[in-house]
């Protein structure tokens, strides 16, 4: 972003990437997938590198507002000082605290998940995913992020993404609003479980893998750790593959070859 | 004239006690902190009009939903005749809206068709809490004896009610057929069991007589027992729907005496604006039912105890102690443990403690009731929240007693101390250097973007 601006020029969109998309190994696939379907629909888009911090997400939810509100003034910060207006992100968690809670605090953003900026590309023909080749027939289920679902009613938008691959999508029991968490909210990411009988993602990923579908898809970095880990777990790590919403398009599209 | 006079004595101390336990709920909700709650009144009434009213929520559980219909609508309905009884009571007049000619006839068959209603899915809920004992209903630390006892309790009641009802109508009949007098209504209940009662005419006014008072009395009686019960959602329910958050759920509350300390932080010559007038220094967070606001305690009276939140919560599930639907029930408690109790309850039938919540002597909310262990475990995905057919919002109070661990005794577990640290240090919850944020651009397409 430093050099666009340097530049004098402003991107059409600025994609936030996120801790989990610039540190975890797993996660730092989504994001240059999804970067490669951005030139490749040759959006002008922008990230502010080295110049990103965490949201402060993981600090609220553990009750650290203090914290909190250090990271989300610095990023506000930064974001007006690059006059950015729109923010698109493949964090449920990013999503939700730049968009609803950063206005409090001064920032005001239009601010996109990157499953409902997908469905635009789709629904606008400019990802046009060709009879969706390598998945078509194959059975997939879609796993909701709380942050994204029920915190801020998006079911669809990943649902007509996956649409698009002509693939055979099956529902868990709890699904949409009645999902179940992978057990990563509100920090648990960052912690072991409290006492109790069973691990929550085991608990998931039990249930996704009992609708016999071979891809689970998600739209976000903690489900998708906790939901592989719990794939993992019932040692079905072969036969069933935890893949981003981003991924699976950029593959059908033969993007990330 | 007796009668009158019996009467209006018996209303006035029913409605009278009923107004004087209002009165304390209403400053046991004042316990808790100031909020502005308004605006969107038309999407406020749109949602009494849809969750209350409509009971929008309960039908993600079809078979519970059309019983507890039956029991909701009998209740609206039968209050039509509630005030029939009492301009009969005052004026010494018999079935007063007769006049009303086929409206009362269709207005009776109805009420006896709900009452026989309400009788059968009363006795399904008392085979569901009792016989069959399903789980959201009966499991749980906070399922103690007096929720248990409290929920066969209304039961029992509306039974014996609707029995009274049926008992009067019978009687009349009778009466009125004895009498060769016309008994405006009809009554498809209890036509076909006009004999039961005989034919002795002064039994019969007995019987009928007895019909009418119980069933009045028993419903002042039921009215004051509603405060200390947690059958008090019938009334609670419209407000509590009402005052609604309507932010999207994700969307946690601000802090905003943090937000005026950060902002007189980085810049000096921001100005903190003034307390008002007499306000006290304000605590972080929630430790005790005060430091939650008025909302947060009017949910906790508005509770109905149906576990649906407890029963979708991932951390209860997976055999967990938090339980959200206890969350709520220890803030009543604990509200009236500090506050004042309604006629009946009294915090010392939840004494018993149950093995696994060992809650500390401290006389607070936080550890004296709810442990940190519990606040621990919630995973903050809101499943509780949408779950709650009355609107409820468990997590902000979970979400307030955080912050009073974290903000106001640092008492949050390790590994999350750790993970601060990380976002102050780093910019990010893990140990990683923030000059590495960028490298995974390094090998997009082998020459790096930007
Ligand atoms: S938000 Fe917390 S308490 Fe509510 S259901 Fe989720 S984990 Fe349970
Ligand atoms: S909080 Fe809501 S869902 Fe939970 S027990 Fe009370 S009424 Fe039921």
Redesign the pocket.
Known sequence: MADLAARGETPEVLFWVGCAGSFDDRYKRVTRDFVRILDHVGISYAVLGMEETCTGDPAKRAGNEFLFQMQAMTNIATLDGYGIKTIVTACPHCFNTIKNEYPALGGNYEVIHHSTFLQNLINEGKVKVQGGGAFKGKRITFHDSCYLGRANNIYEAPREVLAALDADLVEMKRSRANGLCCGAGGAQMWKEPEPGSKDINVERAEEAIGTGATIIASACPFCMTMMSDGVKSQNKEDSVQVFDIAELIAQAEGLNG | MIHTIAFLLVAILGIGLFVWQIRKITRNINLGRDKDISGNVSERINAVLLVAFGQQKMFKRPWPAFLHLFVYVGFLVINIEVLEIFIDGIFGTHRAFGVLGPAYDVLMAVNEVLGALVVVACIIFLVRRNVTKVPRLTRGPEMRAWPKMDANVILVTEIVLMFALFAFNIADQKIAQLNSTELPGTFPVTASMVNLFGSDLSSLALIAGIGWWVHIIGILAFMNYLPSSKHFHIIMAFPNVYYTKLEPKGQFSNVESITHEIKAMLDPSYVVPPAPEGAQPQKFGAQDVEDLSWKQLMDSYT????????SVCPANLTGKLLS??KI?MDTRDRMEEKGESPLIFSPAHYKEESERVKATEERTLLRGYVTPEELWACTTCNA?VE????N?D?LSTIMDMRRYLVLEESAAPAALNTMFNNIENNGAPWAFSPSDRFNWANDLYTVSKN
């Open positions: 509770c109905t105890e149906c576990g649906r939140c407890t959200p639907r709520v509780c779950s709650c057919p009355v409820i468990q």
